[in-house]
């Protein structure tokens, strides 16, 4: 079992920047496997990026490359979101999740442990 906390959403405009986080707890081995997804309002989760924290190896969805950069602190056994030049179509709840063995897939049916979300609103 992992724990997922996600933080640093909040509300932007256009252009600016935040920075997401992601600490994982419990079972370290089960978030091997890291990724973001994230949900706007009637719309269906959509996978952001990925990260195989093994390797660190990442991949990103096309809106968010050149935008969104992943990272982590192996340390504190936390991911990160940095994302750049905001546009209000990223405006969306923003979920952690962990897998320990599917890695680099941006599918949300991969993916067994989810935090709860962070809030992300970017206005124009």
């Known amino acids: 079992q992992v724990q997922l906390v996600e933080s640093g959403g909040g509300s932007v405009q256009a252009g600016g920047s935040l920075r997401l986080s992601c600490a994982a707890s419990?079972?370290?081995?089960?978030?091997?496997?890291m990724a973001w997804f994230r949900q706007a309002p009637g719309k269906e989760r959509e996978g952001v990026a990925a990260?195989?924290?093994?390797?660190?190896?990442?991949t990103y969805t096309d809106s968010a490359k050149g935008r969104f950069t992943l990272s982590q602190d192996t340390a504190k056994n936390t991911v990160y979101l940095q994302m750049n030049s905001l546009k209000p179509e990223d405006t969306a709840m923003y979920y952690c999740?962990?897998?320990?063995?599917?890695?680099?897939?941006?599918?949300?049916?991969?993916?067994?442990?989810w935090g709860q979300g962070t809030q992300v609103t970017v206005s124009s």
């Open positions: 999740a962990a897998d320990p063995v599917r890695c680099m897939t941006l599918s949300p049916y991969n993916y067994n442990y």
């Open positions: 419990g079972y370290t081995y089960s978030s091997s496997c």
């Open positions: 990260m195989d924290t093994r390797r660190g190896s990442t």
